[in-house]
């Protein structure tokens, strides 16, 4: 990527919805070394499908407690956000890999 694509960003996610109960988000401070993790970002998501229905105003709290609670220790750029609003967990492969939806 750095002999081809010297501006682009290496972005990653980690693969899991962030709860309340999330692991250390800096265990994830291993996978690049300190003197090459140029354009290194991770991406994290907040999945809403998974937990109970709340209020708005509890539900962009929890968000930011959350989120900030859980990376401030990542030392890579982090972008959060959604690509989808993910409310139900109905949509197909939501769930895993040729999942049905409905998990």
Do not use: R
């Not at 962030?18 to 988000?25: A, G």
């Amino acid at each position: 990527m750095k002999l081809y694509a010297p501006k682009a960003q290496f972005v990653f996610h980690n693969a899991l919805p962030i709860t309340k109960h999330t692991e250390n988000w800096s265990n994830w401070n291993d996978m690049f070394p300190d003197d090459d993790m140029e354009n290194v970002v991770m991406d994290m998501h907040f999945y809403q499908a998974w937990s109970e229905p709340e209020t708005v105003e509890a539900s962009c709290t929890d968000y930011h407690e959350t989120m900030a609670a859980n990376v401030k220790d990542v030392k890579y750029p982090i972008w959060v956000g959604e690509w989808s609003l993910a409310t139900d967990t109905c949509a197909f492969w939501l769930g895993g890999f040729n999942s049905g939806g409905g998990d």
